[in-house]
């Protein structure tokens, strides 16, 4: 049971990778706590597992201190963070506008931020943590009708990265993954919100993959549950792909 002992938070966990990851970490034993715009949600998912859920908006800094603050409560303080909220609005972007560019940077790249800031103290004070941010392959290669989310997901390796050289030494790891195409409703959403073009959009994401197929978000789970996990004490600031070889450095 390599999470025996250990609080979890894992936001974006009421659907899809988020909660494939918090049954995985429930599964080896640690209280999971999900916080989730979608709070029904959060909950329905927490209650499967005995761990707590609740209402976590990324983009809003008061709702990521108040649920925080919450969990401290009910599971403890927050030994694994997984960086997992995330959305996507689908649009080349020259048919795109600034509101878009706000949102979609919140959710992903802002909302990242925000949560880490509000757990890493604590993790720094008690000399113990480990936070996986799940980036994508988008922001490896760059993803069609997605460059504001691929800017994003670029992004988050980029903190990943400053976060793991800023707290080593308080004996805190950060990692992330790049997942590609993975079977969820976010993956299937570009479908279902372009029609054709997104079928082809997501058809041309698993033609991309050497295994030519779409991941499924347990996939993505088990690589997270390592990088959290003490199987990987000497590995920090790296970017773990979990997609089938559609990249390959
Ligand atoms: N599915 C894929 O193909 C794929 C590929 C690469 C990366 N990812 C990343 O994996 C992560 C999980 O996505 P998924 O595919 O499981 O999608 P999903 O839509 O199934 O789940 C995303 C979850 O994030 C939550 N969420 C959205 N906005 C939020 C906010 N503001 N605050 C808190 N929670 C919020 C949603 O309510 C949902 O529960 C995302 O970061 C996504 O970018 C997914």
Redesign the pocket.
Known sequence: MRFEGRTALV????????AATARRLAAEGARVAI????EE?ARAVAGELDGFGCK????DTGSVRAAVAAIGDRLGEVDVLVN?????LFSYFVNTDEGMWDFVLG??LR?VLAVTHAVLPGMQERRAGSIVN?????GRVGSQGSSI?SAA?AGVIGFTKAIARESARYRVRCNAV??????????N?APELLGELGERLKQGMVNQTVMRRSGE?EE?AAAIAFLASEDASYVTGQTLNVSGGLSMW
């Open positions: 936001t974006g966990g009421a659907s899809g990778i988020g916080g989730d715009v979608n949600g976590l908006d990324v983009t997992n909220a995330g959305t996507d959710v992903n909302g799940v980036s994508s392959e988008a989310y997901k790049a997942p590609g195409p993975i079977e969820t409703p976010l993956l959403a978000p993505v």
